[in-house]
């Protein structure tokens, strides 16, 4: 069995996509410094969260965001809400729509 | 006191806790309103899943046979993994009638949604609440954008993120340590095949629920569900161990695809939809006060999900207390006290019914978070005395004694060992 990349396994979930609206914010840079080892690298199930070594900074991508909460435990400052860092669900119907469930 | 343009109860979120509050308050001619975020209900909930009838029969009486569950479960699997292999408890059990049905959680809640509409419950869907209003310390509605909407009792169904409480400090900030994530993989497949897979009798189901290797140590586990045409494979592990795992989640639930004692369920089938939610597992010690002034918490947002390693139950305890909170608040209503003194029958009602199963199982949580060698040691000594069991090579045949006493010299502290696993018959 082929494994599928995170993006081949994204597409057979129906979202209905804001570009434009995150409803989680991080602080990139802010992420430096991050308290929580960056756990939510290795445990958004939906890999949302990429370390970019290069640019010295977190790449987070809320357009395929499962909307489990589970970055908000283990992220300090998501669970805390510090500035810089909000966890809300995405408002008018938007985000992840399941049709299985 | 409410307006008479006021509803009876507004219900936050159009799951399984809030429909079902809103079909039995909508029966008892109460005006409520279900105000859901997803495009429609079940939008954004996910299940393992499987669901236990008698919930659905306490709600919906004989008519829940029409509800769209899956299949009706008749073998059960119990799998300790190691890395390649696998011993099973498989249990045949034919005799069970309507106890339990495998489920998908959208098409079930579509469906519920409608039951509840039927009965005179209004539902809006696309909207998110992003606020409660509280006047003089009394919940009197909730605010979405810049509508509104006020009633004599808000009744909080949110979910397992209870975003709407934490910020109005109504229950304390969800804990990582009391809490763990799932992933699930459904995978299509024709009805016939699904049977042969799991050698079950058309419309007859399987559960399996696995420990070992595949969550790496960390508690958790992983299970198997067979739908009407498709197969739902997963995983659930402890979201603050995980976290210090340093492991990919999503890497490790994609292993799953590919354990032999699991690839024979879903290899080469399409999949049709991958997603993740979280699961409370803190148990009766961390439950929050569940009633107040105006308001009532039901299902995930209350932490009512119990683990008990073979049996994982989430949505029966959330469409039982959609049902106490509705009785609570019909009765509330008529005596004209929402207040907290109004709705303190729904703890009343909840200790008497649901909670039982809670305080009777209270340790579980804790001894099965601190028993490592559950999902480790335990898995690995099955296996090898299955190897050991059934080897037959040119040596010479061991005694079964002897075979036995080889594999229980394993265990490192036999009576430290022993004392941990009566203590877990005893808490679970």
């Known amino acids: 069995m082929t494994r599928k990349s ?70 300090e400052r998501l669970r805390l809400g510090v500035e810089g860092y909000s966890w809300d669900y995405p408002a008018t119907g938007a985000g992840v729509s399941y049709r299985q469930g | 006191m409410a307006d008479d343009d006021a509803f009876d109860a507004i219900v936050v979120g159009g799951g399984f806790a809030g429909l079902a509050a809103a079909y039995r308050l909508a029966q008892a001619d109460k005006s409520v309103l279900v105000v859901e975020r997803g495009q429609v ?20 009486g004989d008519r829940w046979r029409e509800a769209p569950v899956q299949r009706e479960v008749k073998r059960e699997i119990i799998s300790l993994l190691t890395e390649q292999d696998a011993v099973n408890v498989d249990s045949t059990l034919t005799s069970v009638e309507e106890e339990s049905y495998t489920v998908l959680a959208a098409p079930l809640l579509a469906w519920l ?54 910020r109005a400090g109504l ?17 299509g497949m024709p009805a016939a095949e699904v049977e042969q897979r799991f050698g079950v009798q058309p419309g007859e189901g399987a559960a399996l ?18 739908n009407n045409e498709s197969v739902s494979l997963g995983l659930v592990v402890d979201s603050a161990a995980w976290a210090k795992s340093g492991r990919s989640l999503l890497h490790t639930a994609q292993d799953l695809q590919e354990h032999p004692a699991l690839r024979r369920y879903v290899g ?17 010690d961390t439950l929050p006060q569940m009633s107040g002034d105006g308001w009532l918490i039901c299902g995930d947002a209350a932490g009512l999900c119990l683990n008990r390693g073979f049996t994982i139950r989430g949505m029966d305890y959330a469409v039982m207390s959609g049902i106490a909170a509705a009785d609570t608040v019909v009765e509330a209503v008529e005596a004209g006290d929402p207040g907290p003194t109004g709705l303190a029958g729904y703890r009343r009602r909840l200790d ?12 579980g949580h804790a001894w099965m978070s601190g028993t490592p060698d559950l999902f480790t040691v335990y898995p690995k000594l099955a296996v090898d005395l299955m190897t050991d069991l059934y080897h037959v090579g040119a040596d010479p045949v061991r005694p079964v004694g002897s075979t036995v006493w080889r594999t229980a010299r394993k265990v490192r502290k036999p009576f430290s060992t022993a004392r941990s696993l009566l203590k877990g018959m005893k808490t679970l």
């Not at chain 1, 057979?12 to 929580?36: G, K, L, W, Y």
């Not at chain 2, 909930?45 to 919930?55: C, D, E, H, Q, V």
């Open chain 2, 41 to 60: 209900c079940g939008a954004k909930n996910l299940t393992g899943g499987r669901i236990y009838a008698y919930a659905l029969q306490a709600l919906l």
């Open chain 2, 209 to 226: 629920l696995g420990m070992g290797d595949p969550t790496h140590g960390v508690f958790g586990g992983v299970f198997a569900y067979t």
């Open chain 2, 268 to 284: 080469d089938a399409e999949l049709l939809e991958y997603g993740a939610h979280l699961v409370y597992e803190g148990g009766y």
């Open chain 2, 113 to 166: 949604a409608e039951q509840a509409e039927e009965a005179g419950a209004m539902i809006v869907t696309e909207t998110t609440v992003d606020g409660l209003i509280i006047r003089d310390g009394r919940v009197c509605g909730v605010t979405t954008g810049d509508e509104q909407l006020e009633a004599s009792v808000v009744i909080d169904c949110e979910g397992i993120n209870p975003l709407l409480l934490e």
């Open chain 1, 6 to 75: 995170v993006d081949e396994l994204l597409a057979t979930t129906r979202f209905e996509t804001d570009e434009h609206n995150a409803h989680i914010v991080i602080d990139p840079q802010a992420c430096r410094t991050c308290p929580s080892d960056r756990a939510c690298v290795t445990s958004c199930p939906a890999q949302r969260y990429v370390w970019d070594e290069a640019a010295d900074q977190m790449r987070f991508d809320h357009v395929g965001c499962l909307e489990c909460g589970n970055c908000r435990l283990v992220c």
């Open chain 2, 171 to 187: 229950i304390r900030r969800l804990d990582p340590h009391d809490v763990a994530v799932g992933a699930k993989f459904v995978f």
């Open chain 2, 352 to 363: 008497d019914g649901l909670l039982q199963d809670f305080r009777a199982l209270r340790g």
